[in-house]
Structures are given as structure tokens and as C-alpha cells.
């Protein structure tokens, strides 16, 4: 398979099903975490997706590896705020294991890009 554009990459597939979700989750919290845990929530899943694809953008190895670097800790940041919702009880036990079983295949999977972008940058 030949790619195209970042939408083409499996780790930005599953990074946006998990925004999906966790847009479709924070719906369920109460008003006065609007700007507060629900925002947080939001922002570091957009991020996710977002960094993937302006590191795609970038010419060089490096500077895509940092970028997925970032989008990395944007999926760490969000398993802890799970662990919010969980301790506020805003979710259930499993709604939070769903969702961190998620995050961590999509670390999995991101791990996997960025050993990628190594091998590549070293063999340039």
C-alpha cells in the first residue's frame, strides 16, 4: 500500500476512532466539567490526530518521530484523565478499561510508526 496522505496511516485511523469516542463519552459529564476535565479530554484527543498528521507534513524523519512523540503523550495525558472520570465517577470500570485498551493498542501501534521512521531515517 502506498501512502498518500496521513489519513492513509493506521495509527491516525485509530487515533480518530478514539476522538470519536471520547467526544461521544465526555457528552455524558456534568456542565461544570465543560471547561474543565471534558475540555482537557477533548483537547488531548484532537491532539492525538493531529500531531500524526503535522508530522507527516514534515521533510524530515526527525522532525515526524517528535511530532509522534507528542501525539504519544497526548494518549498517556488521556489514560489519566480517564482515571479522573473513573475516580469522579463520570464512567464506569468498563467504560474506563475500554477506552484505556484502546489507547494503549493505538500507543502500540504509534510505537510501531516511529521504530519505522528510525529504521528509515537511519538507512537514508
Not at 33 to 40: G, M, N, P, S
Not at 47 to 63: C, L
Not at 74 to 87: M, Q, T
Request: proline share 1%.
Amino acid at each position: 500500500m502506498i501512502l498518500r496522505t496521513f489519513e492513509d496511516l493506521e495509527v491516525w485511523k485509530i487515533g480518530r476512532q478514539i476522538r470519536k469516542e471520547i467526544s461521544i463519552l465526555v457528552k455524558q459529564f456534568p456542565v461544570d466539567e465543560k471547561y474543565r476535565l471534558t475540555d482537557q479530554m477533548l483537547r488531548a484527543s484532537r491532539s492525538v490526530t493531529n500531531n500524526i498528521a503535522e508530522g507527516y507534513g514534515r521533510f524530515h524523519y526527525q522532525e515526524n518521530i517528535q511530532f509522534c512523540r507528542h501525539s504519544r503523550g497526548s494518549l498517556d495525558e488521556l489514560i489519566d484523565h480517564l482515571i479522573v472520570a473513573l475516580d469522579e465517577e463520570y464512567i464506569s470500570e468498563e467504560q474506563f478499561n475500554q477506552h484505556k485498551s484502546n489507547i494503549l493498542q493505538c500507543i502500540k501501534v504509534l510505537n510501531g510508526y516511529i521504530s519505522y521512521l528510525k529504521k528509515a531515517k537511519e538507512e537514508k
